[in-house]
């Protein structure tokens, strides 16, 4: 316990889109069991508040606040708001994520602007603003959550989800490099198919997997997996915790995928 005691955690969407275990939820939650203030922002209001509800209850300090991450002003005002409270940001995890579903022929422009702007430009905007103050503090950890679907295709049809995702990879590495000096870490995590409200609540998603069943998508990605079952967003968040913390100091640029060996799967 208490290895990231003495350091503040900001947490880019905290919150659950539904009942259970997202994983920006569960990586705030795991951050201020083990010592971190966390600043647990999203756009849902009442989520944020929900998380900093069960970090309250365990005797954690944590923090809510609303924003929209895919705009400059409100990601400015956000940084700002976390340094007000807390006074520095030692880790920033990046968390924000959508997918639509299409092929590059099917998918309108409008939805792949957006996927790209919830996706890719809030972290740019997020990193951009949170970077500076790290360097001021001599140093610090930024993660990304990316995905399996920027290195390969996992059977359904999201070219802009893997797209923005696999440009997110490529910002991380650059970012990563750019900065090292500063030690300022960017690394990515990559995590496979995970059992989670946000995938549970995608009607594009089972309707790709199993015609709208939703056990019957769990049942088809559960048996995608060489494990035999999907992750959860613990094991999102416990990958969070080791490239937040400074058992990971030397440890930057790198994409740390969480698939249960499905990148490893031919086929």
């Known amino acids: 316990m208490d290895r990231l005691k003495g350091k ?28 971190a203030q966390v600043f647990c922002v999203d756009r849902n209001a009442a989520a944020a508040e929900e998380t900093v509800g069960i970090i309250t209850g365990e005797g954690g300090n944590a923090v809510a606040y609303t924003a929209d991450v895919s705009r400059a002003d409100e990601v400015e005002a956000m940084v700002a708001a976390c340094l007000k409270a807390f006074g520095r940001i030692d880790v920033l ?20 602007d957006r996927v790209f ?18 360097v001021r503090q001599g140093g610090g950890s930024i993660i990304n959550i990316s995905s399996i679907a920027s290195i ?21 590495r650059t970012t990563a490099v750019e900065f090292a000096a500063d030690y300022v870490r960017v690394n990515a995590i990559l995590p496979g198919l ?9 009607a594009g998603l089972a309707a790709s997997y199993a015609n709208g069943d939703v056990e019957a998508m769990w049942r088809a ?4 997996v060489p494990m035999g079952h999907m992750g959860e ?35």
């Open 8 to 35: 503040t955690a900001m947490v880019v969407g905290a919150g659950s889109i539904g009942p259970g275990w997202g994983n920006g939820k569960a990586t705030a939650v795991t951050f201020a069991r083990e010592g």
């Open 93 to 112: 995890d990046n968390n924000v994520g959508i997918a639509e579903m299409g092929s590059v022929v099917e998918v309108v422009e409008t939805e792949w």
């Open 117 to 134: 702007a919830v996706n890719l430009k809030s972290a740019y905007l997020t990193m951009k603003h949170v970077i500076p103050v790290m």
């Open 152 to 172: 390969r295709h996992v059977g359904v049809s999201y070219v802009s989800y893997g797209a923005s995702k696999a440009a997110m990879n490529q910002m991380t």
């Open 194 to 202: 995970m059992k989670t409200p946000m995938v549970e609540h995608s």
């Open 221 to 224: 990605r559960d048996s995608q």
């Open 233 to 267: 967003a613990w094991d999102v968040a416990n990958a969070a915790l080791f490239l937040a913390s400074d058992e990971s100091r030397y440890v930057t640029g790198i994409e740390l995928v969480v698939d249960g060996g499905l990148t490893c799967k031919a086929g």
